[in-house]
């Protein structure tokens, strides 16, 4: 519509006869007929004075307001009668309310039909949406184009992501005597037996792989993400690939790299100015936003690779020092959380740099990561910042060791309890604190604890004798043995006597809990009898039966080794009668647990059944016998409902 064409016509005719307008707007309408279209006007009257008119094109969907004495307006018809009032179209006191009359019935229906029955406000609230849609949509479509003039990732980027990011991530299947490597392909006997997750180097290829059995999981999925750093058009832009290493003992390794994020910078990495996410469509297709939408999580930069093929740019666009450290990282192809390195907070940065030239660089990966790993001081002397002997920390530098080990020494530093610096490197290298060894030997030697743990036999690591021993010893207390006893100290078999001390701790429990269900659920024990009789069953082989009460639901989960025991559940639901807990038996064996059956008494069927660890062992009986049960109590029930009717 154009504007002068639109005033160039005659307005519509102001409401006629004496009309008490008081500070009343009225809307008269006419339809007339611009370049050909027909559009609908509604001109606002006050007191017979002309005070705007509002064009509305059905055919363009767009609608315009003339204002008298203020000219084109882009507001609503409502808002124009409450400035023609010269009231405040946000702040008025009722705001929202329709703010002008109709002058006629005819005038109202006219504008009625033209608009199709729909109202002038939601006209205009269509107008305004597909408006904001279009508008999006061009939006979206700038950003598409400027993300496509971005030229594509460098040539070498995908053997990068192979051979650095992915350079542990290969595996060789096998299957008796033969392998499968995911890397080269190749397919040959293989010499000795390899172990399931057991590193190796491929014999064919030569690359570091991992065992995996066939008969295992089949197929892998490694991801990881690959950051490449880059200068466009006046901006530093950092894009973040998501990369997928697929393999299985049925095909060669299958990589996929789809970019996700791209961050937008100006001068400095630290803060980006702009940043851009990658969405698949509704139709599949991907396009580029710079919203975050809701439903959707981006996460990045959390572990990534830096792709290292710009070595030169990067040392222009990254401090010299640092450029240097992180080539060096992502040379190896180690993933760390980039994003936090590169924005940085309080003088990480600083602490980072002094660890990770120290050579400390497990260390100073994790304080990038956390921010915590203990640190004494933030500056000075590398051991007094670290809070260690220096013994200690010869021992962190030749191993690189990360804060586990740190927690150890500085432990043992405030706390050595007379250990010498290779007990103290010992417990390092388990993960085990002197002072929780100490909690464990009580008021005994620690050295002579250790030492016991030492000469421990059935064990691979330090650490796991620590925990059995430590488990061991806290149920022995709390089971009243005697501790100042050798024998009980310091058993001959760890294992052995940590097994039997967890049965006995475990049947106390029970004990316990069945005495608290047999008074808190006492209606099963009452429901029993009754139960048997309406819904149990037998035949040649098998029986079906009630328990007889609360403690004997709790056994039978206990010994099945299923939920049925864990919680108050199904003790709750049987005891309010709302479903039942019924027994499946052999009839040659009747006390020993089989099947452990939940009943819906009101919908008569089966809810579920298991046997043994949630397993259904002799399913196709099972289920045989299943199908009788059913079939008589449901006609055990049709009996007594004619029974009750007749």
């Known amino acids: 519509m154009k504007r002068k064409e639109l005033l160039g016509t005659a307005p519509c005719s102001p409401p006629a006869g004496d009309i008490d307008f008081g500070m009343n707007i009225m809307a008269v309408s006419q339809i007339m007929t611009v370049e050909g279209r027909k559009i609908i006007e509604i001109d606002l009257y006050q007191e017979k004075e002309l005070k705007a008119r509002y064009f509305a094109d059905e055919e363009q969907r767009a609608s315009c307001v003339w204002l008298a004495g203020s000219g084109w307006k882009k507001i609503k018809l409502n808002n124009a009668a409450r400035m023609a009032r010269g009231m405040d179209v946000v702040h008025g006191w009722d705001y929202g309310c329709r703010d002008y009359t109709w002058a006629s019935q005819e005038d109202r229906k006219r504008a009625a039909d033209y608009l199709h029955d729909i109202s002038v406000e939601s006209w205009e609230e269509e107008i305004s949406s597909e408006y904001r849609r279009n508008a999006e949509d061009r939006r979206l479509e700038r950003i598409q184009e400027k993300m496509n003039r971005l030229p594509g990732a460098p040539d070498d980027f995908r053997k990068y992501v192979m051979e650095k990011a992915y350079r542990d991530d290969h595996y060789l299947y096998y299957d008796k005597e033969k392998g499968f490597c995911s890397r080269c392909g190749r397919e040959a006997a293989l010499e000795g037996k390899p172990r399931h997750n057991q590193e190796g180097r491929c014999p064919f290829c030569g690359k570091r792989i991992l065992y995996k059995s066939a008969g295992r999981k089949k197929e892998h999925d490694a991801r990881r993400e690959v950051l490449y750093i880059m200068q466009w058009e006046n901006d530093i832009i950092l894009r973040y690939f998501k990369c997928s290493l697929i393999s299985g003992i049925d095909r060669k390794e299958d990589l996929e790299i789809t970019e996700s994020v791209r961050t937008y910078h100006d001068g400095r990495i630290k803060y980006f100015k702009k940043r851009y996410v990658q969405y698949a469509g509704a139709k599949g297709t991907l396009f580029w936003s710079d919203k975050m939408y809701q439903g959707n999580t981006v996460a990045y930069g959390r572990r990534t690779c830096l792709y290292t093929g710009n070595r030169e740019e990067l040392g222009l666009l990254i401090e010299g020092g640092w450029a240097q450290m992180l080539i060096e990282l992502g040379e190896n192809g180690t993933a760390f959380p980039l994003k936090e390195m590169l924005a940085g907070y309080g003088n990480t940065p600083v602490i980072f740099e002094k660890l990770y030239k120290a050579g400390l660089r497990k260390l100073s990966l994790e304080y990038i990561k956390t921010g915590r790993i203990g640190l004494k001081k933030r500056d000075g002397e590398l051991k007094k910042m670290l809070g260690i002997t220096r013994p200690a920390l010869h021992y962190m530098l030749r191993n690189d060791s990360g804060r586990n080990v740190l927690a150890v020494f500085q432990d043992a530093k405030e706390n050595s309890f007379g250990l010498n610096d290779r007990e103290i490197e010992e417990l390092a290298q388990a993960g085990i604190c002197p002072g929780e060894l100490a909690a464990v030997a009580e008021k005994t030697k620690l050295v002579k604890t250790l030492h016991y743990l030492e000469k421990a036999e059935g064990y691979r690591k330090l650490y796991d004798k620590y925990t059995h021993y430590r488990d061991y010893t806290g149920m022995a207390q709390a089971l009243e043995y005697d501790m100042t006893k050798s024998t009980v100290r310091y058993p001959k078999d760890i294992k052995a006597a940590h097994d039997r001390m967890l049965m006995e701790f475990d049947t106390l429990k029970l004990d316990k809990r069945k005495k608290e269900v047999l008074i808190k659920y006492a209606n099963i024990r009452k429901l029993s009898p009754c139960l048997d009789q309406m819904y149990g069953f037998q035949n040649k082989k098998y029986l079906i ?29 049987h005891n309010e009668e709302k479903t039942y807990i019924f027994f499946m038996r052999k009839i040659q064996v009747p006390e020993e647990s089989w099947y452990t059956i939940e009943f819906d008494p009101h919908q008569m069927e089966i809810i579920q059944y298991y046997g043994k660890n949630d397993m259904k062992p002799d399913q196709k009986q099972a289920d045989k016998f299943l ?3 059913m079939k008589e109590i449901r006609q055990r029930a049709a009996g007594r409902t004619a029974q009750a009717a007749g």
């Open 627 to 629: 199908k009788e049960w």
């Open 545 to 573: 039966r009630a328990p007889k009460n609360a403690a004997e639901i709790v056994d039978e989960g206990r010994t099945l080794h299923h939920c049925v025991a864990n919680g108050d559940r199904y003790l709750k639901q």
